[in-house]
Nanobody, 116 residues
Framework: QVQLVESGGGLVQAGGSLSVSCAAS????????LGWYRQAPGKKRELVAT???????NYADSVKGRFTISRDGGKDTVTLQMNSLKPEDTAAYYC??????????WGQGTQVTVSS
């Protein structure tokens, strides 16, 4: 079992920056990918960015060049740095983990609101 706890987020004006972080605990040895998804009101949850243990990253086209995902040396914390934020980035951001058995885990979510 893997537990994920997010921190960060909040309210920022368009063009500003914000970061969200996630700490994983439990059976972290089994994790092979960490990342972030988001869900805006009335919309489906969508990929934002993920990073495999190998360091390979995957970003949604809508955030490429603006968002950066990083993991700490111990690989149990993942951070999403968000720059040049737009009102359409407003959503609940969920930490995501996948283990070697392809089981997925989710955090509780943290709200990011970008005002115009």
């Amino acid at each position: 079992q893997v537990q994920l706890v997010e921190s960060g987020g909040g309210l920022v004006q368009a063009g500003g920056s914000l970061s969200v972080s996630c700490a994983a605990s439990g059976s972290t040895f089994s994790i092979n990918a960490l990342g972030w998804y988001r869900q805006a009101p009335g919309k489906k949850r969508e990929l934002v960015a993920t990073m495999r243990n190998s360091g390979d990253t995957n970003y949604a086209d809508s955030v490429k060049g603006r968002f950066t995902i990083s993991r700490d040396g111990g690989k149990d914390t993942v951070t999403l740095q968000m720059n040049s934020l737009k009102p359409e980035d407003t959503a609940a951001y969920y930490c995501y983990a996948r283990n070697v058995f392809a089981r997925e885990f989710w955090g509780q979510g943290t709200q990011v609101t970008v005002s115009s």
